[in-house]
């Protein structure tokens, strides 16, 4: 069955960086575009950013102003944001997300990883 | 991008239907049929409830139904049951090339 594991959350400064991770198993991962979406603490999802099954098409989020940046290695399995600039507003559960189609919806969710910004 | 429009919140007694309303602009719900609509349970990670408006995928219940009239994407429950109270979010890819989830709805079973 389908299995997404994030990992790489934790506690940072505010301007540091952090990596996030998701390990992908169950179907063929270069088939499926990938997304990140985040949830605030007791608030809603916010899309993030999605990459194409070839990495040739990405697209993120206005609000993030440059400072994410996703990728993916097909050969392991596995998806990737980078995050720098670390601010406050932040910090989130960071969830990876199979696309069902292109560009369709998220049929497939992991756990979530949780990013907390904080001097 | 600005967030999708839900209420706050939707009630309803077992048994009733209940139908939560999303709206968007013409830039997004109104500009393709992409829209999707997730359930969130406290503590939980999203389920995918209805894809393209109003297509639901294998495993989800039939009491659940999508549509779309303009720039309103809609979400009704049937038949409302217990397991039923949970977040609700609706999401629409948009003419940026992005997504844009909804406000949030929360239903409660009363």
């Known amino acids: 069955q389908v299995q997404l594991v994030e990992s790489g959350g934790g506690l940072v400064k505010p301007g540091g960086s952090l990596r996030l991770s998701c390990a992908a198993s169950?179907?063929?991962?270069?088939?499926?575009?990938m997304g990140w979406i985040r949830q605030a603490p007791g608030k809603g999802l916010e899309w993030v950013s999605y990459i194409s099954g070839s990495g040739g098409t990405i697209y993120y989020a206005d609000s993030l102003k440059g400072r994410f940046t996703i990728s993916r290695d097909n050969a392991k399995n596995s998806l990737h944001l980078q995050m720098n600039s670390l601010r406050a507003e932040d910090t989130a559960l960071y969830y990876c997300a199979r696309d069902s189609g292109v560009v369709t919806a998220f049929d497939s969710w992991g756990q979530g990883t949780l990013v907390t910004v904080s001097s | 991008q600005s967030a999708l429009t839900q209420a706050d919140s939707v009630s309803g007694s077992p048994g009733q239907s209940i139908t939560i309303s999303c709206t968007g602009t013409?830039?997004?719900?109104?500009?393709?049929?992409?829209v999707s609509w997730y359930q969130q349970h406290p503590g939980k990670a999203p389920k995918l409830l209805i894809s393209?408006?109003?297509r639901r995928p294998s495993g989800v219940s039939s009491r659940f139904s999508g549509s779309k009239s303009g720039n309103t994407a809609s979400l009704t429950i049937s038949g409302l049951q217990a397991e039923d109270e949970a977040d609700y979010y609706c999401?629409?890819?948009?003419?940026?090339?992005?997504?844009?989830f909804g406000t949030g709805t929360k239903v409660t079973v009363l």
């Open positions: 393209e408006g109003s």
């Open positions: 169950g179907f063929t991962f270069s088939d499926y575009y």
């Open positions: 999401c629409a890819y948009s003419s940026s090339s992005t997504f844009v």
């Open positions: 013409s830039s997004d719900i109104g500009s393709y049929n992409l």
